[in-house]
């Protein structure tokens, strides 16, 4: 601390990296003590710190980096429904309204005040997705949002620390899996605790009697950093466009971009309407892709918080596929708002090309209902990854998630959970687009369904229609699929998997980067090697002459 008092930059930085490391114990403690292969296996969470005054300071380090625009928001509604002055130690508040929070009912925001001495001194808020929450399930086959499930409003689900008995038994009644589900919430719970112990913990032993100055130079200096790196932007305004399958229809995705010295305007007019499909996004969501999208050019290394969002500004009309609010539905946002970053890339390539990734292949998630062998309820969700996208100076990683991350299920642990048997499951060959820099090939996942019962398949599949591009030069890669016993079908909408069925999932591959015929030819030999190009594919696209696979 300098001699007025105020903190130097050593001060800030101890204190800055603790803070992180509290949030990270709450994603420690929620991972072990959660129900369901959604936070344990795939990581999708996120736990922040907020100030007293409701600012995001802290983001756990395992996290989906959009809830660093979602989390934000549904704090200022919770605020806004229990004032501070309203709060009492042992509340926790929760809420999976779409609108407010990450854009699905199935993500549920979990709030506790974290009190010293008397007075609030911060909030910690964990967000996982549920395995159910009613309705149709996790899918994009609802026509109206009511379809989708239960909506909780910000409620108390602990006044003073009493559980309210009502609410559990509501959701308790509406859901298919209502012990994962409940076990999950309670982990939730179980993790703000243990961030706000912490944090108490933490101001005790370093004799301070709130967050405000530090949250302050955080977000100062943060929002300082962010400030710089728009400003070597060059000032202008960047457009792009894009298509994408919305079921049966294509919309047109747009954006405007005005940046002006320190600060950036994001607009969304020019995309298509909202459709009676579950694909569409409320405003948070996209917003929160924007934001992490302008991060990831110009500040990627820097922790999250709300120092970052300050210079910009995100707006889309009301009613778009973008912009979407009630009674559109909104289960499977990803499909469409994940982009909002392939994008906004677009818009950027000519200007900042070394930055910019050519389009991923995208995740792929299938949501899973029926019965065990022994006759018992399964409602699981299953991830599978396509390809990223390659970049100047480096190839695409294979079957990686962008723009979000999360992970993958083991193998052993689907197959109990499931009763599925996964039959195959390796490299996609040729998905890769190619380049200079190849991008990043898919998978191809078998699925054989053992349970002795029919079974409901729920897909969100995108990149069915438009592969992911290349940049410079470098050329797309494969699109998705999905087949049932060999024959296609359709990758948006439900399915049923008869005993003995199989599943195959072709990921597809993200876009290459610069031009095929200038990759270096000893790296086309390798890819032969690896599995991930066919000898005849090195002689079609980069020129290279490979005997075998074999060398």
């Known amino acids: 601390m300098t001699a007025n008092g105020k903190l130097d930059a050593v001060d800030v930085a101890i204190t800055w990296d603790r803070l992180i490391s509290i949030a990270d114990e709450g994603a420690a403690a929620l ?42 928001v549904t704090m200022a509604h919770m605020l806004a429904k229990y004032p501070p002055a309203t709060l009492r130690p042992g509340d926790v508040v929760v809420s999976n309204d779409p609108v407010i929070g990450t854009g699905h009912m199935f993500d549920i925001a979990v709030m506790r005040p974290v009190f010293l001495e008397g007075a609030i001194i911060g909030y910690a808020m964990s967000i996982t997705h549920l395995p159910d929450i009613g309705g149709m399930g996790f899918s994009v086959a609802a026509t109206e949002i009511f379809h989708e499930g239960l909506r909780l409003p910000i409620w108390k689900l602990f006044d003073a620390g009493r559980l309210d008995e009502n609410l559990v038994a509501l959701i308790r009644l509406n859901v298919r899996v209502p012990d994962q ?71 047109r995705l747009a954006c405007r971009i005005d940046k002006r010295g320190e600060a950036m305007l994001i607009d969304f007019a020019g995309t298509g309407p909202c459709v009676a499909a579950g694909i569409n996004v409320p405003l948070a969501y ?58 906004l890339f677009g818009a950027f390539a000519a200007t900042l090309p070394e930055r910019v990734t050519a389009e991923s292949g995208l995740m792929n998630i299938l949501t899973l209902h029926g019965r065990l062998a022994d006759g018992s309820a399964m409602s699981a969700t299953y991830f599978a990854s396509g390809g990223f996208g390659a970049m100047s100076g480096l190839d695409g990683r294979a079957t990686t998630p962008g723009s ?37 090939a898919g998978q191809d996942v078998v699925l054989r369904n053992d349970t002795g019962h029919a079974m409901t398949v729920f897909s969100m599949a995108n990149r069915t229609r438009f592969a992911a591009s290349g940049l410079a030069g470098g050329l797309p890669g ?72 074999e060398g």
């Open 31 to 72: 991972v072990r003590s959660s129900f369901s292969t959604l936070v344990r296996e795939s990581l999708d969470l996120s736990v922040m710190l907020f100030d007293a005054s409701g600012r995001m300071i802290a983001q756990s380090t395992k996290c989906i980096p959009v809830f660093i625009g979602t989390a934000p």
């Open 404 to 440: 979000s991350n999360m992970g993958g299920t083991p193998v052993e642990v689907l197959e109990p959970l499931t009763g599925l048997v996964v039959e195959r499951k390796a490299l996609r060959v040729d998905s890769g687009g190619a380049g200079q820099f190849r991008g990043g």
């Open 478 to 549: 494969a699109a998705r699929m999905h087949l049932v016993n060999g024959v296609p079908i359709a990758t948006q909408g439900r399915h049923e998997l008869a005993p003995g069925d199989r599943l195959l999932l072709r990921e597809a591959g993200g876009g290459g980067y610069g031009p095929a015929m200038q990759r270096d030819q000893q790296a086309v030999r390798d890819d032969v090697l690896q599995g991930t190009v066919s000898v005849e594919a090195a002689l079609r696209e980069h020129g290279v002459r490979v005997e075998s696979a």
């Open 181 to 251: 589900v409940l076990g999950d919430i309670m982990a939730n719970v179980s993790c703000v605790e243990v961030v706000g112990d912490k944090l108490v913990e933490f101001l005790t032993e370093r004799r301070m009697a709130g967050l405000e100055g530090i949250a302050t130079a955080i977000l100062t200096q943060t929002e300082a950093a962010v400030r710089q790196a728009i400003a070597a932007i060059p000032d202008g305004s960047y457009t792009h466009a894009l298509e994408v399958e919305a079921m049966d229809q294509v919309r």
């Open 286 to 343: 996209t917003r929160s892709m924007a934001l992490y999208t302008v991060k990831c050019l110009t500040t990627p290394r820097l922790p999250n918080n709300d120092g970052a969002t300050q210079p910009i500004t995100v707006t889309a009309p009301v009613g778009c596929i973008l912009n979407a609010v009630p009674p559109s539905p909104s289960a499977g946002r990803h499909t469409i708002g994940h982009f909002v970053m392939p994008l």
